[in-house]
């Protein structure tokens, strides 16, 4: 005689995206305060359009417009997670930017990355996971 047995991994999974979904907050949170953090390398000052004066080590907040345009983490997949920031330099600031007509150019202030680095994902997944739902 056979033995037939099922198992329904549903709530395994649904909390396994739950706790991703949380780990993923966990590092925009962390990007958030990276952003608004005086760490960031630049030569010189400059007159920002809020009136500050920023000096060489500073935040990447001006007009609070990329802060803002933070979106809130979505699940792109069974394993992924997408934080995205819709500013429109967004990229620029994150990842540098050249400019040929102005002659200049912008460092990479990566926060995301950063933020990335400085959370322990294991241990925040392994966290969430084990809160109940």
């Known amino acids: 005689m056979a033995v037939r047995v099922t198992t329904d991994i549903r709530p395994i999974e ?15 949170k ?10 960031w390398a630049w030569p010189g000052t400059t007159n ?3 009136g500050e004066v920023a000096g060489p080590r ?6 609070g417009t990329l802060a803002a345009s933070q979106q809130a983490p979505r699940l ?14 967004a990229a620029a600031t994150f990842l540098g930017a050249v400019f040929r007509k102005r002659r200049y150019s912008l460092p990479a202030r990566n926060a995301p990355a950063q933020a ?6 294991a241990q925040e997944f392994a966290r969430a996971y084990r809160q109940d739902p």
Do not use: C, F, K
């Open 76 to 89: 792109t997949g069974p394993l992924n997670a997408q934080i995205t920031w819709t500013a429109e330099y």
């Open 48 to 50: 920002r359009v809020n």
């Open 14 to 28: 649904d909390r396994g995206r739950r706790a991703l979904l949380a780990t993923a907050d966990a590092v925009g």
């Open 116 to 121: 990335l680095r400085s959370v322990n994902l």
């Open 58 to 63: 500073r935040n990447i907040v001006d007009t």
């Open 30 to 39: 962390r990007a958030a305060l990276l952003i608004r953090a005086r760490t």
